[in-house]
């Protein structure tokens, strides 16, 4: 019988999403229909086509790094199932709530299918690529911040509502590295597998407990292999970080580009300030799909505040391009999804039949 779902849990998910559309409606509230009409159609079928392009070169950089980071574990795997597993996550953490976190649950069944991976195997991967791509992430955010410090500083003044975003940039550009960096060194030793499988043996039920115990062997392995991964030379893990460094650049990149096609032609440093502003304001609102309404407005406000031209109406336009780009990969995330689904169903069939096939016969 399925679980029903819990009331209070099904009212915060539709409180959240009606604050979400809520504040990306205002996104919309003072722009000009006819001047967003004209920014779009000014782009053309050849722009909308590059539009896709930025996304697909992370994809295939982050992807890349996600296989080196595997290899360097001792863990070979092909690049394509690998490419199809992270487009099929990144449909479910962009478009659900919580996505982030329903998209690592299911990770470890994707490796496994596609990549043959094992799931301490995949446990392991999963883990190293996170805090790769955090300390990435803090060099992307400090690079841009102390090259843009004077234009983000400015910026708090000119209407962002918030004090010194340059130094508040930076400093959490920093907390990001010092986690990822100490992640790193307490993961050369690694115990937390063996930690949950100490509570989980806890658990009041006996059925869970014994189930849990005759799968003690897997938690330490999952440990075994998360710390031969961190343990490995430092230099195999720098290739992999660069790599993903170059994926969280390619974001700055689409943003330019879809301001250029929009005629705004703001600088590159421009552009990577209000990024590394709105990556942090991304963090920290994980739990609403893809950011939605929080992220546009703040594109919206730094648009404004970093003087785009006609701020309003281009602010619109922008999240018209961007979210119908996302939407795209989104698409073709739960296609690949629905073929998996197609197949395990498909499987489940022809096993019935085959059953059914050689269930003898009654007198």
């Known amino acids: 019988m399925l679980q029903k779902k819990r009331p209070w849990l099904v009212a915060l998910r539709g409180a959240l999403g009606v604050a979400a559309l809520l504040l990306f409606a205002q ?4 722009a000009d229909t006819g001047t967003i009409g004209r920014l779009l159609f000014g782009v053309g079928a050849v722009g909308v ?21 595997f290899r360097a574990g001792g863990t070979r795997v092909r690049f394509a199932p690998l490419l199809r597993v992270r487009i099929a996550s990144e449909a479910l953490a962009q478009s659900l709530p919580l996505g982030v976190a329903f998209a690592e649950s299911i990770k470890p069944h994707l490796l496994g299918r596609h990549c043959g991976v094992s799931v301490d195997r995949s446990l392991a991967g999963m883990t190293a690529r996170k805090v790769l791509i955090l300390v990435a992430q803090s060099v992307y955010v400090v690079g841009l911040a102390a090259l843009g410090f004077a234009g983000l500083e400015a910026a708090s003044r000119a209407g962002l509502g918030v004090q010194h975003v340059g130094w ?30 100490a509570l989980l043996r806890r658990l009041p039920s006996s059925r869970l407990r014994t189930s849990i115990l005759l799968r003690e062997r897997a938690f330490a392995s999952t440990d075994g292999a998360v710390s031969s991964l961190f343990g490995s030379d430092w230099r195999e893990l720098c290739v992999p970080t660069l790599l993903y460094l170059g994926s969280w650049l390619f974001e700055s990149f689409e943003t330019w580009l879809i301001l250029s096609m929009l005629g705004a032609h703001p600088s590159f440093l421009t552009v990577g300030s209000i990024e590394v502003v709105v990556s942090l304001v991304r963090n920290v609102v994980f739990v609403v799909p893809a950011g939605l309404g929080v992220q546009d407005l703040g594109y919206a406000a730094c648009f404004a505040a ?18 119908g780009k996302e939407l795209f990969w989104i698409a073709v995330g739960y296609a690949l999804l629905g073929s998996d689904l197609g197949a395990l169903v498909r499987g489940q069939l022809s096993a019935e039949q085959e059953r059914l096939r050689l269930r003898p016969a009654r007198a």
């Open 27 to 30: 996104v919309f509230r003072a």
């Open 168 to 197: 508040l940039t930076l400093g959490s550009g920093a907390l990001l590295g010092i986690g990822g960096v100490t992640s790193a060194l307490l993961l050369r030793k690694s115990r937390i597998a063996r930690g949950a499988f």
């Open 306 to 323: 970093f003087g785009v031209p006609e701020a309003v109406s281009t602010s619109a336009a922008f999240v018209v391009m961007k979210r």
């Open 49 to 69: 086509g590059l539009l896709l392009l930025p996304q697909l070169a992370a994809l295939l950089l982050e992807t890349l790094g996600w296989k080196l980071t």
